[in-house]
């Protein structure tokens, strides 16, 4: 397994990705779940590490592995994964967290909210200056009191403290799991996926794996505008087009 990035530089990799975003063109295919997912080329392949691999996960690892890119998916009890790794083919591993860390070129956590500050503590050193995508939300009732204190603040700023050192993205957290398999690539404007982060080049990155996943990427604003598609929000878990989610959070 690969542990850094061994080819270019991220500087390199998010121009790259920038030129590609603006070519490719907008998704046209029929709604459709993995088994039927169409074969699509990733403009530029990354490994993408995947912390937590269960609804959002485990979606968002098929729909990369099937627009070519290469993922190693973990959880508390790797083994189960197993299953999903085989039907995914050769560019699907699965490993532990720490495995799933240090191979990432980007990574994904898709963890209950709850167990963010654990992740944070004990993978400090293996996502020390990777991009990080954050799908999770908190829920007082299963999270405690913590959730009450993330949304507060809003999940962008809370999510920062908890995941310090780290190029942060706030995305796919206001979808749900179902949606994210079945509107994928779908026929005509694509569903549009809300993201939030201060580092620019962590962004780019970000929109293109949306589109790879087969989405609209829409950049809402640094870290601390997250809050604007946070749980219980009006635009929150709505399948909304680029246009009507830029006209609900009111942007350009």
């Known amino acids: ?9 991220l500087t390199l990799l998010a121009a790259v990705l920038s030129l590609a975003m603006s070519a490719r063109p907008a998704a046209s295919q029929e709604p459709h779940t993995d088994a039927q997912a ?3 080329q990733a403009s530029a392949p990354l490994k993408i590490g995947i912390i937590g691999t269960g609804h959002i996960g485990g979606a968002l690892a098929a729909l990369w592995v099937n627009a070519g890119h290469e ?3 973990s959880s508390r009890h790797p083994q189960e994964l197993q299953a999903l790794a085989h039907s995914l083919g050769p560019k ?6 720490a495995e799933a860390a240090r191979f990432g070129e ?3 956590i898709s963890v209950p909210y709850g167990a963010l500050p654990q992740v944070g503590r004990d993978l400090k050193n293996e996502l020390a200056g990777k991009i990080v995508l954050d799908t999770g939300n908190p829920y007082p009732e299963r999270d405690g ?3 009450v204190e993330a949304r507060r603040k809003g999940t962008g700023v809370a999510s920062a403290e908890y995941l310090p050192g780290v190029r942060l993205v706030r995305a796919f957290n206001a979808i749900n799991s179902g949606d994210l398999r079945s509107e994928a690539h779908r026929k005509g404007a694509p569903i549009a996926i809300p993201l939030a982060g201060d580092d620019h080049e962590a962004l780019q990155v970000a929109e293109q794996l949306v589109k790879d996943a087969g989405f609209a990427p829409v950049v809402v604003g640094p870290l601390a505008k997250a809050r604007e598609f946070d749980v219980g929000t009006p635009v929150y878990t709505r399948l909304m087009t680029e246009p009507q989610l830029k006209a609900a959070l009111g942007l350009k």
Request: charged letters at 5%; aromatic letters at 0%; zero cysteines.
């Open 106 to 108: 980007v990574v994904l």
């Open 1 to 9: 397994m690969s542990s850094v990035l061994r080819s270019a530089p």
């Open 145 to 147: 009191a913590m959730a």
């Open 71 to 73: 993922v190693l998916m």
């Open 92 to 97: 699907a591993h699965v490993g532990t967290p």
């Open 38 to 40: 169409p074969r699509t």
